[in-house]
């Protein structure tokens, strides 16, 4: 069997997933990895066959979006040439994670596919919402990779086709520790957003992951760390905690180890604003604005008892015969 897998990189989630689910995938048959967007500092470690620059996410300065920086870096007539370039018809299954490119090719080649990972949970409106809808970011969620077959992933099974979150082998296999730390990953903030916090909780060690960040190193109470996986997944399996964005396949790992999570979505971003109704459902604090009392935030949430559900882990092999046969009854 010949595979055809899209990768949306916006950020570093989709390509973790990825590159977990390949040794899995390679049993099933040949793959050819299509990567979109340039939001990623993750190197993927996959036969990237094909690549597009594709629709990218910009961030302000401290934790927000920047729209117009994602509106003018789009290449219509760019993104529909590489759509057309696609030969999906030398594939016989199309997995799509999220990436729009990949969708408009199955359109105008009239090939089949399947939407497969966390944001095809959001075709059920079982999956939770914040209290105010966005309507275009519904609108987003459920159109901008349209896909005639969704195989959901999620924190829980709100649905029939939502399926557990695909965790890490590292994670999995981990016995986590408590070494006193807390780890840092919010891509969206820059470095001067939050130090003066972290400095001010003199007692609090935090290792801190940054996309600027070149060579780790300490500075008082911090310790700075290039974003790389290896080291990430070190940091996080030994943290008492993880402050966090609103995204999926971290806070999924930090609560699969037992672990304390703080979570902030990125501002105007739909659905981290989804993911942190989830999270909140499941007894997560999540802090909407960072002002200068994010200092006690953090003290106040270390101070706290919480009691987190367990995380399930995907069964990988399992999801993937489920995948390939819904496919093939297509």
Same mark, same amino acid.
């Given at each position: 069997?010949?595979?055809?897998?899209?990768?949306?990189?916006?950020?570093?989630?989709?390509?973790?997933?990825?590159?977990?689910?390949? !040794?899995?995938?390679?049993?099933?048959?040949?793959?050819?990895?299509?990567?979109?967007?340039?939001?990623?500092?993750?190197?993927?470690?996959?036969?990237?066959?094909?690549?597009?620059?594709?629709?990218?996410?910009?961030?302000?300065?401290?934790?927000?979006?920047?729209?117009?920086?994602?509106?003018?870096?789009?290449? !219509?007539?760019?993104?529909?040439?590489?759509?057309?370039?696609?030969?999906?018809?030398?594939?016989?299954?199309?997995?799509?994670?999220?990436?729009?490119?990949?969708?408009?090719?199955?359109?105008?080649?009239?090939?089949?596919?399947?939407?497969?990972?966390?944001?095809?949970?959001?075709?059920?409106?079982?999956?939770?919402?914040?209290?105010?809808?966005?309507?275009?970011?519904?609108?987003?969620?459920?159109?901008?990779?349209?896909?005639?077959?969704?195989?959901?992933?999620?924190?829980?099974?709100?649905?029939?086709?939502?399926? !557990?979150?695909?965790?890490?082998?590292?994670?999995?296999?981990?016995?986590?520790?408590?070494?006193?730390?807390?780890?840092?990953?919010?891509?969206?903030?820059?470095?001067?957003?939050?130090?003066?916090?972290?400095?001010?909780?003199?007692?609090?060690?935090?290792?801190?992951?940054?996309?600027?960040?070149?060579?780790?190193?300490?500075?008082?109470?911090?310790?700075?760390?290039?974003?790389?996986?290896?080291?990430?997944?070190?940091?996080?399996?030994?943290?008492?905690?993880?402050?966090?964005?609103?995204?999926?396949?971290?806070?999924?790992?930090?609560?699969?180890?037992?672990?304390?999570?703080?979570?902030?979505?990125?501002?105007?971003?739909?659905?981290?604003?989804?993911?942190?109704?989830?999270?909140?459902?499941?007894?997560?604090?999540?802090?909407?604005?960072?002002?200068?009392?994010?200092?006690?935030?953090?003290?106040?949430?270390?101070?706290?008892?919480?009691?987190?559900?367990?995380?399930?882990?995907?069964?990988?092999?399992?999801?993937?015969?489920?995948?390939?046969?819904?496919?093939?009854?297509?």
């Amino acid at each position: 069997m010949k595979i055809f897998y899209a990768i949306q990189a916006t950020g570093n989630g989709h390509i973790s997933r990825a590159t977990q689910l390949y !040794p899995y995938l390679k049993k099933f048959g040949e793959v050819d990895f299509f990567l979109s967007g340039n939001n990623a500092s993750l190197n993927a470690d996959l036969p990237i066959k094909f690549r597009s620059a594709g629709c990218s996410l910009h961030y302000s300065k401290c934790g927000g979006l920047n729209y117009w920086d994602i509106a003018k870096n789009i290449q !219509p007539l760019q993104m529909y040439k590489d759509a057309k370039s696609l030969p999906l018809k030398n594939y016989d299954v199309v997995i799509n994670d999220f990436d729009s490119i990949t969708s408009l090719a199955c359109k105008m080649q009239k090939v089949h596919s399947v939407q497969f990972g966390h944001q095809a949970s959001f075709v059920s409106e079982n999956t939770p919402r914040p209290e105010k809808r966005s309507v275009m970011g519904e609108m987003i969620l459920k159109h901008y990779a349209p896909s005639p077959k969704h195989i959901g992933l999620h924190f829980e099974k709100y649905d029939s086709f939502i399926h !557990p979150p695909i965790i890490k082998d590292e994670i999995v296999q981990a016995e986590p520790k408590n070494l006193n730390h807390i780890t840092v990953y919010l891509p969206s903030f820059q470095k001067d957003c939050l130090e003066k916090a972290f400095h001010k909780l003199s007692d609090v060690q935090f290792h801190w992951f940054l996309n600027d960040v070149q060579t780790k190193h300490t500075v008082g109470n911090i310790t700075y760390f290039p974003v790389n996986q290896k080291l990430f997944n070190e940091s996080l399996i030994n943290c008492c905690g993880i402050i966090t964005g609103g995204g999926f396949e971290t806070p999924a790992e930090a609560l699969y180890l037992r672990k304390k999570v703080l979570s902030i979505p990125i501002r105007d971003h739909y659905e981290q604003e989804c993911n942190a109704a989830a999270l909140k459902k499941m007894g997560i604090p999540v802090v909407y604005e960072v002002g200068d009392n994010f200092d006690e935030i953090i003290e106040n949430w270390l101070n706290s008892i919480v009691i987190y559900p367990k995380m399930q882990a995907n069964t990988i092999p399992e999801t993937l015969q489920f995948l390939f046969d819904t496919y093939n009854k297509s």
